[in-house]
């Protein structure tokens, strides 16, 4: 059974800096390819950050160069490092398998930007 406990957000005022972590169980961690996705209030919920299990990274354009994705696999963990935050940041944030996510999410780290 899948669990994803995602931790790590608050309040920052913008231009300030969050690490999320995220910790797997329930799953081979290290085979699977793995994401952050945020949840903008009145949004739908889209992928921000991924990494496959060969190493490889990828961004979306409105975080590629401020966020950071990266994951400790004997700890079956997701950070997610994120710099130069800004009000458009805000939401909820959830770690997830890329592209098919599992059926189950975790309860999400809000993260609240202030301009």
């Known amino acids: 059974q899948v669990q994803l406990v995602e931790s790590g957000g608050g309040l920052v005022q913008a231009g300030g800096s969050l690490r999320l972590s995220c910790v797997a169980s329930?799953?081979?961690?290290?085979?699977?390819?793995m994401g952050w996705y945020r949840q903008a209030p009145g949004k739908q919920r889209e992928l921000v950050a991924s990494?496959?299990?060969?190493?490889?990274?990828n961004y979306a354009d409105t975080v590629k160069g401020r966020f950071t994705i990266s994951s400790d696999n004997a700890e079956k963990t997701v950070y997610l490092q994120m710099t130069n935050l800004k009000p458009e940041d805000t939401g909820v944030y959830y770690c997830?398998?890329?592209?098919?996510?599992?059926?189950?999410w975790g309860q999400g780290t809000q993260v609240t930007v202030s301009s």
């Open positions: 329930g799953i081979a961690f290290s085979i699977y390819d």
């Open positions: 997830n398998r890329t592209p098919r996510p599992f059926g189950a």
């Open positions: 990494f496959t299990s060969r190493g490889s990274t």
